[in-house]
């Protein structure tokens, strides 16, 4: 899949940071992905333990409390949905190399309408 790719209409969020507002129709096929991706209980739980602070997936299995397994195919999906993204690695004590996870920082925004709303709803 392309991945979430940025609108046309792209503004500040209302935060204020440097990051982009990305915004999808509801009819299109990425904003299908992310409403998928995120209606399971474990991928909320998983995206929300992610804003409190970066982790690896092992750290996120027990923050969650569910098995690693789970985790790593709920962080695939949110990698997908370009909701979640690698910022830094980290080894274990039996020196395995461990990804950690954090938040997109773009800000995102499904809009319920046609595709051609959108580009006056930010306006």
Same mark, same amino acid.
């Given at each position: 899949?392309?991945?979430?790719?940025?609108s046309?209409?792209?503004?500040?969020?209302?935060?204020?940071?440097d990051?982009t507002l990305?915004?999808l &129709?509801l009819d299109?096929?990425?904003?299908?992905?992310l409403?998928?991706?995120?209606?399971s209980d474990t991928?909320?739980?998983?995206?929300?333990a992610?804003q409190? %602070?970066?982790?690896?997936a092992?750290?996120l299995?027990?923050?969650?409390?569910t098995?690693?397994? %789970?985790v790593?195919?709920?962080?695939?999906n949110l990698?997908d949905a370009e909701l979640?993204?690698?910022v830094?690695?980290?080894?274990?004590?039996?020196g395995r190399e461990m990804?950690?996870y954090? &938040?997109a920082?773009d800000?995102?925004?499904?809009c319920v309408?046609?595709?051609?709303?959108i580009?006056h709803?930010?306006e």
């Amino acid at each position: 899949m392309s991945g979430l790719l940025p609108s046309e209409t792209e503004t500040r969020p209302p935060n204020g940071d440097d990051s982009t507002l990305r915004v999808l &129709p509801l009819d299109d096929d990425d904003a299908a992905q992310l409403i998928n991706c995120l209606a399971s209980d474990t991928a909320r739980s998983t995206l929300a333990a992610l804003q409190e %602070n970066p982790a690896t997936a092992s750290e996120l299995a027990d923050d969650v409390e569910t098995s690693l397994q %789970n985790v790593r195919h709920h962080l695939d999906n949110l990698r997908d949905a370009e909701l979640v993204r690698v910022v830094d690695t980290r080894y274990s004590v039996k020196g395995r190399e461990m990804k950690v996870y954090a &938040p997109a920082r773009d800000s995102l925004v499904v809009c319920v309408g046609d595709s051609a709303d959108i580009d006056h709803t930010f306006e």
